[in-house]
């Protein structure tokens, strides 16, 4: 018997990765402006970002993607003093479904759409280190030792990526703006997640409990646990261990405080363990960490 193949239609496809970086700022940091031929997409991953496109400005906070269309002036920033992480990848892709792109500029990625946004950029980060020849154009230099299907992987993650945000607008704009009840359940939980990242953030000093936590937003200890692992992959314990790292290296990316200030203010007992706590989660010391984020930046620029 002949059986009739069925051709699986590919209405996105991304042909060619021109960059990929995962960039933490310094307070100061302002791009050269450009302008190129392929898409390139910026996720502010935390702090706040400004960035001009064609003349217009736009703020992007933490969570917050833009696109820059082919062939379009843009220049990016940090603002309002914060010290950004963000992840910049470019890449060519002359699909007609990337038109939604074209109308619609900023996003803001869901649970699911962030998980496919990790795994690629884990994947970049195993398939591709510096390059040595940036000053030639070439942004992208492959690792000898990546694992298998690397580079493969980075496209699917990147087209699938695209083609949730390309779903999630359209079912957007069939309900315009009506909000059923459905998702503003599914939004609850997160909504508490986000006001106990708040709280944490605003009283990291004083190293709030679990306990405490649960008293402080009348919520049991049971489902607390369980909806802040689930929605941010980490125990709270955890969360509140890489808060503070990171709130330390934006600390230091400021510059406006020395290492003694910045122990004290997040909660730490003495500089010394400080600065054992951050060398045991970044592998440098505080020290170390403010020479290598400055080279960073000056490569990349």
């Not at 699911?112 to 398939?127: G, I, K, M, W």
């Not at 200890?221 to 689930?230: A, D, E």
């Amino acid at each position: 018997m002949n059986y009739e193949k069925l051709e699986l239609q590919e209405q996105l496809i991304v042909s060619k990765l021109i960059s990929f970086y995962y960039l933490e700022m310094s307070a100061n940091f302002r791009s050269h402006g450009e302008k190129h031929y392929f898409w390139e997409m910026v996720l502010v991953d935390k702090g706040n970002m400004e960035v001009e496109i064609d003349g217009e400005v736009f703020l992007l906070e933490q969570g917050e993607l833009v696109f820059y269309r082919p062939n379009e002036y843009h220049i990016g920033g940090a603002a309002r003093r914060t010290a950004p992480n963000v992840i910049i990848l470019s890449f060519e892709c002359d699909s007609p479904a990337m038109a939604m792109f074209m109308e619609h500029r900023i996003f803001v990625p869901d649970e699911n759409e962030r998980v496919l946004l990790s795994q690629l950029v884990r994947e970049c980060h195993e398939a591709f280190e510096p390059s040595s020849k940036a000053s030639e154009g070439v942004l992208l230099q492959r690792r000898k030792d990546a694992e298998f299907g690397c580079e493969q992987l980075i496209r699917n993650y990147l087209e699938s990526f695209l083609i949730h945000l390309i779903r999630r607008q359209n079912k957007l704009s069939q309900v315009k703006k009506a909000k059923p009840i459905t998702i503003v359940k599914e939004n609850r939980d997160k909504a508490i997640v986000d006001d106990i990242i708040a709280y944490l953030k605003l009283h990291v000093s004083i190293n709030p409990t679990v306990d405490q936590l649960c008293n402080k937003f009348n919520i049991n200890k049971t489902y607390l646990n369980m909806v802040f692992r689930r929605i941010t992959g980490q125990s709270v314990h955890a969360y509140c261990v890489s808060l503070k790292i990171e709130l330390a290296k934006e600390m230091i990316r400021e510059e406006q405080y020395n290492y003694t200030e910045i122990s004290e203010r997040l909660g730490y007992g003495s500089i010394h363990y400080f600065s054992r706590r951050f060398k045991s989660e970044t592998n440098m010391t505080p020290t170390e960490y403010a020479r290598t984020i400055q080279s960073k930046v000056k490569r990349i620029e």
